[in-house]
């Protein structure tokens, strides 16, 4: 069993930055892939970006690459996902996810654990 604390959300101005953290507990953290999504009002929930369990390998979605960077701290049990030059169409809430592998994975179903979310606003 994993549990998972997300932090940082808030309302930010677009253009602005914020970081979100996850801190997990109950297995060793390297074991695990990381990875983080959100779900806007009304939408489904998507992909935003993973890490794979040592943090080698990284993906993201189309939508926030370049501007948002994922990493990892296993000696600190959390990860993190640096969002930069927000807009409005990243409103959303989002989630933190572990899966048991230390492959990374986008898919949503691919994922074993999630935390209860933290909301982040972008206003224009």
């Known amino acids: 069993q994993v549990h998972l604390v997300e932090s940082g959300g808030g309302s930010v101005q677009a253009g602005g930055s914020l970081r979100l953290s996850c801190a997990a507990s109950?297995?060793?953290?390297?074991?695990?892939?990381m990875g983080w999504f959100r779900q806007a009002p009304g939408k489904e929930r998507e992909f935003v970006s993973t890490i794979s369990g040592f943090g080698g390998n990284i993906a993201y979605a189309d939508s926030v690459k370049g501007r948002f960077t994922i990493s990892r701290d296993n000696a600190k049990n959390t990860v993190y996902l640096q969002m930069n030059s927000l807009t409005p169409e990243d409103t959303a809430v989002y989630y933190c996810?572990?899966?048991?592998?230390?492959?990374?994975?986008?898919?949503?179903?691919?994922?074993?654990?999630w935390g209860q979310g933290t909301q982040v606003t972008v206003s224009s």
């Open positions: 996810a572990a899966r048991n592998g230390r492959g990374y994975r986008t898919s949503i179903d691919e994922y074993d654990y």
């Open positions: 109950g297995r060793t953290f390297s074991s695990v892939a």
